[in-house]
């Protein structure tokens, strides 16, 4: 798909990494990742379609022998260039024993070619080949995934990059990174032992000396008073990702710590990374030390520039940024899970085989209680009432808004409208454990973790559309809906009820402009996604910016706007995979 | 494979087929499927050494299957004296239907049967009505009521906690108390509190599915079954340490 880098500077990659290390790493990585990136002017994708063959094959990943699913070879997949304009062809091969699937995401195209099996299509049967086939009509950066039963955890996955129509990247050289999230577990083994053991991968649970500790700190009443907060609801402050890196191997284009992905650049030149988070669980906060990143685009879409030096990149977001490193010496690549629980890094270096100094594991957050006292996260999370014992967790309500050190823009910014979202008593019924029983708008805040440190973290607050989006109407109408969750018996739905109990879609009417409003009554982040139709983030941005998937952070509400354009039966469902499986997963009808 | 799950299908009561919720042909597959699971669990499998220098063989397990709502649950506790010649004498065994009522609780409802495992013996069956799952401040409990077939209704209260220190060893407080609302006498047990039998135990995970650990309890018997006890020349209380290991696959 890509032109061959000019035979100079493929010379240079191989001595410096030998021949033998070279198969390794092409056995290893994709090839795409070539440490050159590509520089502005290359010609992309010019074929007229991309065969993209998938099996299951054995692999190096990180030093141990996997079992991930290939496509063409590589996991992840190749790096599929398309141009907007073009008619796009992707000829799909299944060689598994299983059926499989390719969902385009983010990508704007007819419902048959959305690639959900059971939604948009049967899916593509062992042996079969299914000829997508599609007018490109956006560019930026997105990825490709399968969507059959939990394929993505072995590796089903790809980036995907559409170059404008004029061919312009804003940069002098571009370099794609694609996150993702390895376990040498059987997928179905990792959800049954989410559902038969709770907390069966967080070993960074509290212990009896952290409550020493805080004791120690900040006497007992207070101690008392936030353990039992947290114990009266059954919830654990340290349950911040269901799979961890105790089982994960984190990894940056297929390539693990030690493997070190190597990204080059010369001083001077405007790079443009394109970041996509295709981890199957896993929220990563992105940095690199040393360098200031001037975000322009969120999940493909063009946004006014916002200079920061880290941000959290939800499951199956993407964000493009540039940085301009001056000085001649590596850069590290951070890539670190939210949990603390792990990292991914590579290395933006002006020869390979350079190294950075790699960041230390921050310290383990706290949910809540990050900010010592009665936080503002935890204002207004009440357990179930369906229950009747009152937790009573109603203590002062707080202003939310910017805290701590994560402000990332030097403007004000302006806050979310308000939404007075009241629950119906009863709650959701024992699949939701918890509500929230003031839900706020929590856009201006970096997320867990990330409230104290010293130096700017995007927030959903600063993204502003690059320009208006054709669709200007008001909305003609809400719809809400509640994303709640029993983690003991690992049960994630919207409104309390799976995927598998609902009694119909949620319907769009063809050609209105809805708001959809959605309340986290959950004790986790989500990473919500809608197939085939924008949504507008109203952050009190204008123009808005507008995403593909959108992370709700607990005890928060987000109002989008849609443009119902798409006639047909689209997928909208939590991109952690193992909460999708367990049914948060509806389907909306466009008609 | 097939058969026990299409047989619990049927025992479920209240599952209801997959309702489909999109728009699709008849032949394409359901985007997200039901899924049903299960689990074996041996909450205690240890061997006690009493203050009287017995040393006895004991269970507590259960294994379930099902849903996320809609579960099958067998239970058992149970206990073997060594070189005492006498057989297994069975706590309970029983088989419950389970329907998820609150974020956290089971209401469980089955029939059991306990007495000596002797061939021959004469074993009490009863009905069974379990409240299960965890209480508030993260107790986990099984409360049950019986009804045997003369209509003797008894009670047990079982809850554990715990202690987490460190990320793979526990410190585990337990405590089960028992009593009878009918007088039982052919079965040992008068009606009002019966007995009570606390435990601490630590346990070490070796991976999440084995973690042995060592203990200790304290038992005794309560009220008119305490009376008895003392009446016939028995000891109402008993010390002992325990060793064993929790473990589920």
């Known amino acids: 798909m890509e032109k061959p880098v000019e035979a100079g500077r493929r010379r240079f990659i191989k001595s410096a990494i030998g021949a033998a290390s070279a198969l390794a790493m092409a056995k290893m990585a994709p090839t795409w990742a070539s440490p050159l990136g590509r520089s502005y002017g290359d010609v992309v994708n010019a074929d007229p379609a991309v065969d993209l063959h998938i099996r299951r094959e054995d692999m190096d990943i990180g030093g141990k022998i996997g079992r991930p699913i290939t496509i063409n070879g590589s996991m992840p997949g190749p790096l599929i260039r398309l141009k907007e304009g073009q008619r796009a062809r992707l000829n799909v091969t299944n060689s598994l024993a299983d059926d499989t699937s390719i969902h385009w995401h983010g ?42 039963g939990l394929q993505e955890q072995l590796g089903h996955l790809g980036p995907l990059v559409i170059d404008p129509a004029d061919g312009d990247i804003g940069a002098d050289r571009e370099h794609v990174i694609i996150l993702s999230d390895w376990t040498f577990e059987d997928p179905d083994e990792v959800f049954r032992n989410l559902t038969v053991a709770e907390g069966y991968y967080n070993y960074q649970q509290r212990t009896l000396g952290d409550t020493f500790a805080d004791i120690r700190r900040q006497g007992l009443a207070k101690t008392w008073e936030q353990r039992s907060m947290w114990n009266k609801m059954r919830m654990s402050s340290r349950d911040l990702l269901d799979v961890t890196g105790s089982t994960y191997t984190y990894l940056m284009n297929g390539r693990d710590n030690a493997t070190n992905w190597t990204a080059l650049y010369k001083p001077g030149e405007k790079v443009r990374l394109r970041i996509i988070n295709g981890s199957a669980m896993s929220f990563f906060d992105f940095r690199i030390p040393g360098l200031e990143m001037t975000v322009v685009s969120a999940d493909g879409q063009p946004i006014k520039p916002v200079t920061v030096d880290e941000f959290r990149i939800g499951v199956a977001e993407t964000y493009d940024v540039i940085v301009t490193p001056k000085s001649d010496r590596p850069y590290t690549l951070f890539a670190e899970s939210m949990d603390r629980s792990g990292y991914v890094r590579g290395t933006l270096a002006t020869e390979v085989g350079q190294e950075a100094q790699v960041p230390d594991l921050r310290p383990v957050p706290e949910r809540g209680m990050a900010a010592m006292g009665m936080s503002h996260e935890m204002d207004g999370m009440d357990m179930s009432s369906s229950e009747g014992d009152e937790s009573g967790m109603g203590g002062q309500h707080e202003m939310h808004g910017d805290h701590g050190g994560g402000m990332a823009a030097s403007q004000q910014r302006p806050s979310a409208p308000d939404l007075g979202i009241e629950h119906a008593p009863g709650g959701h019924g024992p699949a939701a454990a918890m509500i929230a029983r003031n839900p706020v708008s929590r856009l201006n ?61 949620v319907e769009f009417k063809h050609g209105e402009r809805l708001r959809l409003i959605m309340v986290n009554d959950t004790m986790m982040d989500h990473p919500i996604h809608l197939h085939g139709m924008w949504m507008e983030l109203e952050n009190g941005q204008s123009p808005r910016p507008r995403k593909h998937t959108i992370s709700l952070k607990p005890s928060e509400v987000v109002s989008l706007q849609i443009s119902a354009d798409a006639p047909g039966s689209w997928a909208f469902h939590c991109h952690l995979l193992y909460h999708m499986k367990a049914g948060m997963f509806r389907v909306v009808n466009v008609s | 494979m ?94 419950l239907a389970s329907r998820l009522i609150a974020p956290f609780w089971e209401l469980q409802g089955g029939v059991g049967t306990r007495g000596s495992l002797a061939s021959g013996a004469e074993r009490e069956n009863y009905l069974v009505f379990s409240l299960f799952g965890v209480a508030p401040y993260r107790f986990e409990m099984d409360n049950s009521v019986t009804v045997n077939e003369d209509g003797d209704i008894a009670a047990t209260i079982e809850a554990e906690y715990d202690l987490r220190l460190s990320q793979v060893s526990y410190l ?66 008993e010390t002992g340490l325990v060793i064993g290991a929790r473990l589920w696959f």
């Not at chain 2, 985007?31 to 061997?47: A, C, H, M, N, W």
């Not at chain 2, 407080?173 to 028992?178: L, Q």
């Not at chain 2, 052919?186 to 606390?198: A, E, F, Q, W």
Request: glycine share 10%; aromatic share 12%; proline share 6%.
């Open chain 1, 107 to 148: 990508i704007i195209l007819p419902e048959n070619m959305d690639g959900v099996p059971g939604v948009s299509f049967p899916g593509i049967k062992p042996g079969e080949t299914f000829q997508y086939e599609y007018d490109v009509k956006q560019n930026g950066t997105y990825w490709y995934h399968s969507h059959s």
């Open chain 1, 445 to 505: 805040e970096p997320g867990v973790g990330l409230e104290d440190v010293d130096h700017r973290v995007l927030v959903y607050g600063d993204l502003i559309g690059a320009h208006p989006w054709p669709d200007e109407r008001e909305p003609e109408r809400d719809i809400e809906l509640h994303l709640t969750g029993n983690m003991e018996k690992y049960m994630w739905s919207f409104d309390g009820v799976k995927f598998t109990e609902v009694d119909g879609p």
């Open chain 2, 172 to 237: 585990q407080p337990r405590m089960e108390i028992s009593a009878a609302m009918t007088d039982a006498q052919d079965y040992n047990r008068p009606s009002g509190l019966n007995d009570i039998r606390v435990g601490l135990r630590y346990r070490y995970e070796l991976s999440r599915e084995f973690a042995p650990y060592i203990g200790a309890y304290w038992s005794r018997s309560l009220g008119d079954k305490a009376d008895q006890i003392r009446a016939g020349g028995g000891d109402d209380s």
């Open chain 2, 2 to 95: 097939r058969k026990p799950e299409i047989v619990v299908s049927l025992v479920l009561a209240g599952v209801c087929g997959p309702v489909w919720a999109g728009h699709a042909e008849d032949d394409w597959p359901e985007p997200v499927k039901s899924y049903r699971t299960g689990q074996i669990l041996f909450d205690r499998l240890e061997v006690t050494r009493t203050d009287n220098d017995e040393d006895v063989l004991v269970w507590d397990m259960l294994a379930w299957y099902g849903s996320d709502r809609n579960r099958l649950y067998f239970k058992s506790e149970g206990e073997n004296q060594k070189d005492d010649g006498e057989p297994t004498e069975l706590e309970s065994a029983e088989v």
